[in-house]
């Protein structure tokens, strides 16, 4: 195998003109200290190890999917454009996608970065920085930390969004600029600009370090072969997948849906998976009433569940036959699915509380399966299972039946509900229960599991769901809704208490009891900012008869103050408890069938 050595400027000047991305590629990835890294890597002489090419010849640039470069980068961006290649000779990165697109970035591009807290949909969020270095800066004296973070780096390398200011101390330039320098002589009036420009202070010794330092970056840039890489010429797709997955297995591991996507690509007519999938998976997360927090892989592994093929999400599995399979299934496939994220998302699940992405799939597939939609109507039997399919995933969120490897406890509950939809169509919420704990994983509540609910306190992600199971409205995320603190936590603050003489261990106890879920309850948002800090006994005088009940709130008067805090808790934690031990599943594919189901 004989590699050879190239220029970066040579490089980049070919990318997006001759040099590709194959769908294969997973998007990028690296943060602005990453590419900093890199050039002082380079500007240093160290390596950065060879690169990997695929040379493919013109008859075959059809047979797959190409991609652009990316380099106006947004963070947190997973697309690049598709490229059309015709006329072009095309080569493909298979290893290295990360650091020449951090090159050309770093070179030609910006960075965008969004400000800590702020929407991605708010243009005036992003900051589109490039890459400067500082020529005063001394390479050879003390290292710098990035973002806190000791990264070895030592000349003066920052991302900003305008022309930073300089002074006696810092002299900046884009790092782009050394582009321009197409040859010696341009380099040499570049050089003397530079040098015309520094202050009057500038001492002979910060002079020759900023020389210094032009000269390492151009001929970093131009004269040194600093990029190594080896072309493979086979056409064979198995091959060139085989070479990549190898060649990447030592960096950061490749998602297999991004090996899939390219394997569906060259079986799918006329539909450009990538695109699809990419789209699908941000119109599930954006693009429904809730966020939703799902990605490519989840997406994948649901197409083996609800084409009833293996469910354990290997390679291995998306063969020719199932491919085809799952392309004749997909416009179904992508049906359930989205009536499965608005089921969930009108029960008030979201990406915030969401604990387990494979919660879901038995409810896609008893979807997918039924044809009914999100079972958002108000018949009988829509009303009935969305009931019993909230009350039985809310069981196995909270009792983590998803958790670990779960794909024997997946294909268990498929088998569950296939057998139980041959007789009926309603969601076999018994079955699954019965099934699965005498698998291990209980997901109904009993003496055993009740105390794990009572610890959601304020602040978890299963604090929603625990509260959720206490009422028997299901449709929270139809409603506006809060989650309140009973007695109001402003009430409880250790100053106030300790102005009213109550000694330190009481205040304790009451702070300790304040997020506990026996002092939270669900409101309705207008109720909440109605009850505000008032205090609860008084704000209860404005509710109606069956409030407290429908709240689980404690009879006794005396328990409603801050004072009495804990012991509220403690009484009606152990109404929670009563109620939790209520909660009793349908009869509903109850069958022996259904209990002894397996994969």
Known sequence: MSYVSSTISRVLDQINRSYFLPAIQRPYVWQPDQIIALFDSLLKGYPISSFLFWEIRPERRADWEIYKFVDNFRQGSTHNELAEPDGRDVMLVLDGQQRLTSLFIGLRGTYAVRARYARRNNPDAWSRQRLYIDLLK?????????????????YGLRFFEQDPINDAAHHWMKVGRILDCTSDDAFDHLREAIVDTLPDTTTRAQQRIAERTLDRLYRTVWKDGVIAYYTEKDQSYDRVLDIFIRANDGGTKLSKSDLLLSMITAQWEGVSARQEIYAFVDHLNDGLTARNRLDKDFVM????????????????????????????????????????????????????TLTSLNALLPIAYYLHRIGGGSLDGSTPFEAANAKRIQRWLLGSLLNGVFGGSSDRTIGIARATLQTALETGRDFPERALVEVLVGRGRAAAFDEGNIEGVLGSSYGKRTCFLALSLLYDAHAWGAM??????????????????????????????????VNRLGNLQLLLARENLEKSNMPFDRWLQTRDADFRSRHLIPNDPALWSVRALPEFVAAREELIRQRLRQIDVDPVGDTPQAQAATI
């Open 138 to 154: 001394d390479p050879a004296v003390e290292e710098e930390e990035i973002d806190g973070e000791d990264l070895g780096v030592t």
């Open 301 to 352: 592994k649901s197409c083996l569940v609800l084409c009833d093929l293996d469910p354990r999400y290997k390679i291995g599995n998306f063969t020719n036959a199932n491919l085809e399979r799952i392309e004749a299934n997909w416009r179904a496939i992508k049906a359930s699915l989205e009536a499965t994220l608005r089921l969930v998302n009108r029960f008030g699940i979201d990406a915030e």
């Open 480 to 513: 506006p809704h809060h989650i309140d603190h009973i007695i109001p936590r402003s009430l409880a603050d250790r100053r106030a208490l300790a102005a009213q003489n109550i000694p330190a261990p009481e205040i304790d106890r009451i702070l300790a009891s």
